[in-house]
């Protein structure tokens, strides 16, 4: 993981702290609440190239099949550059699935690239889980 200074604006673009917003989840202290807060955190292990999150938060199903170097490999290359919520629907209080729209910046061999993605989440022993990408672009 990369070295912060000591109370960094949050990666995922919250407008707040990364101790206040994705901090808490990326330390394993605290699972995120909703599957927004999963997303965002996921965004922000990207950033931060914890890539150990990112395989702890997949649907316990996909995690045998986690292509480890590949997605370090992905990190490593890409120079994060903001990220975009644009809708989520459920996902929040007892809803056990949810679903949120998002827009990834990235910069890759002098490119700047956008991905955009509906991703499903579901909630399973209190934890919020990434199940799979229902479209992206």
């Not at 999963?38 to 996909?62: C, G, H, N």
Request: charged share 20%; aromatic share 10%.
């Amino acid at each position: 993981m990369t070295p912060l200074a000591p109370n960094p604006p949050c990666p995922c673009g919250s407008g707040q702290t990364l101790g206040l917003c994705c901090g808490p989840a990326l330390a394993r202290t605290t699972p995120a609440a909703t599957a927004e807060a999963l997303m965002r955190s996921r965004y922000s292990a990207y950033v931060l190239k914890d890539i150990a999150y990112l395989k702890e938060t997949l649907w316990p199903k996909f995690q045998p099949g986690f292509d480890f170097d590949a997605t370090s490999r992905w990190a490593e290359e890409s120079r994060w550059t903001g990220l975009t919520v644009l809708a989520t629907d459920k996902g929040t209080g007892t809803a056990r699935d949810g679903t949120v729209l998002f827009e990834a910046r990235y910069l890759a061999a002098a490119k700047l690239h956008t991905h955009r993605e509906l991703s499903l989440f579901r909630k399973s022993g209190g934890r919020w889980y990434y199940v799979e990408a229902l479209n992206e672009s």
